[in-house]
């Protein structure tokens, strides 16, 4: 089975938007040392996924339409330089720069089909 070079992307970026929605899910983990345990630590750690919730819903966005999705996960890699300036620069780089590839591989798969598409 032969794949086109658009899927080959496709299925990467995929993958990688699910390693970084995983990666950020990692630091949700953190409440559960710091409260204890009863009906705040469920709150609270339903409140740290919510960065991950929505990140899903962009890669849910992207598996069926990779150009809405892709401008989604760009917006969503510009976010945490916006929304999180107490931190340092790298701190938001390394948070946001693994959305910003997605963004950017799920556009160029759709450049991909759309201009590739009559083979």
Same mark, same amino acid.
């Given at each position: 089975?032969r794949?086109?070079?658009?899927?080959?992307? *496709?299925?990467? !970026?995929r993958? =990688?938007? $699910?390693?970084?929605?995983? #990666? $950020?899910? $990692? /630091?949700?983990?953190? &409440? /559960?040392?710091?409260?204890?345990?009863?009906?705040? @630590? #469920?709150? !609270?750690?339903?409140?740290? +996924?919510?960065?991950?919730?929505?990140? +899903?819903?962009?890669?849910?966005?992207?598996?069926?339409?990779?150009?809405?999705?892709?401008?989604? /996960?760009?917006?969503?890699g510009?976010?945490?330089?916006?929304?999180?300036?107490? *931190?340092?620069?790298? @701190?938001?780089f390394?948070?946001?720069?693994?959305?910003? &590839?997605?963004? !950017?591989? =799920? $556009?160029? &798969?759709?450049?991909?089909?759309? /201009? *590739? !598409?009559p083979?």
């Amino acid at each position: 089975m032969r794949y086109k070079t658009g899927d080959l992307i *496709n299925y990467f !970026a995929r993958g =990688f938007a $699910i390693a970084g929605i995983g #990666f $950020i899910s $990692i /630091f949700s983990l953190d &409440v /559960f040392t710091e409260y204890p345990f009863g009906p705040e @630590v #469920f709150l !609270a750690w339903f409140m740290h +996924m919510i960065p991950s919730f929505i990140l +899903m819903v962009a890669l849910w966005v992207a598996w069926g339409s990779p150009l809405w999705g892709g401008l989604g /996960f760009v917006v969503l890699g510009l976010l945490p330089g916006t929304l999180l300036s107490q *931190n340092e620069d790298w @701190v938001n780089f390394l948070l946001g720069a693994p959305f910003l &590839v997605c963004g !950017a591989l =799920f $556009i160029s &798969v759709y450049v991909i089909e759309r /201009f *590739n !598409a009559p083979q």
